[in-house]
């Protein structure tokens, strides 16, 4: 069965620190993947899709099909990057399954 | 252009009763979405739309019904509430299935 997993609910860094939000999915179709963000008091909203291979503020996740995984990084972490993040999996073409989030907090 | 509006923002029941929420479109998007959103689980889908006059069961449908009469609506209904049934939920849309969900803001539901 499909399944997304997201093995941090929190996690806590200093700015200017390298950030990685794990995402591991279990999938046996071509996978779609997806991170959503949900800043404070604001709805969700898609940050980036594997298939746009695009950097968004930068951040970028890589598909890595061996190890079923669609990390998001960030190499130096700014406090306006505190926010509750989402990894998604779109699958059977019409829905999307989510991940637990983690909750990134930037301290200054 | 609104985007994607829910009514009501917030909302207290007491068990065994109901109340309809109403999600709304501007973007001419052929899916809608109904999720719940409650701690440590992340966003469940509850109930989905691919186009005007179809409905189909997500993850958790239980305890709900929806209806998509239109295009731009998607109404979520809960006959008999239950404290189950606490929650925030959350509409989304979508121009096709494998593009961008774009969000309500949440209905914060209380069922006392």
């Known amino acids: 069965a499909q399944r997304v997993t997201q093995p941090e609910k929190l996690l806590s860094v200093f700015k200017g620190a390298p950030v990685e939000l794990k995402c591991n999915y279990s999938?046996?179709?071509?996978?779609?993947l997806f991170w959503y963000v949900q800043y404070s008091r604001q709805r969700l909203q898609l940050l980036l899709r594997h298939i746009s291979r695009e950097s968004i503020k930068g951040f970028t996740a890589d598909l890595n099909k061996g190890e079923t995984s669609f990390h998001l990084k960030k190499p130096f972490a700014q406090e306006e990057d505190s926010a509750m993040y989402y990894c998604?999996?779109?699958?059977?073409?019409?829905?999307?399954?989510f991940g637990t989030g983690t909750r990134l907090q930037v301290f200054p | 252009n609104a985007g994607v509006t829910q009514t009501p923002k917030f909302r207290v029941l007491k068990t065994g009763q109901s109340m309809t929420l109403l999600c709304a479109q501007d973007?001419?998007?052929?899916?809608m979405y109904w999720y719940r959103q409650d701690p440590g689980m992340g966003l469940r889908l509850i109930h989905y739309s691919v186009g005007e006059g179809t409905t189909a069961k997500g993850e958790v449908p239980d305890g709900y019904n929806v209806s998509r009469l239109k295009k731009q609506n998607f109404l979520l209904g809960l006959e008999s509430a239950a404290p189950s049934q606490t929650s925030v939920y959350f509409c989304?849309?979508?121009?096709?299935?494998?593009?961008?969900?774009?969000f309500g803001p949440g209905t914060r539901l209380l069922v006392l």
């Open positions: 998604a999996l779109s699958y059977n073409t019409d829905k999307l399954i």
């Open positions: 999938y046996s179709g071509s996978p779609e």
């Open positions: 973007m001419n998007h052929e899916y």
């Open positions: 989304a849309s979508s121009r096709t299935s494998a593009e961008t969900q774009y």
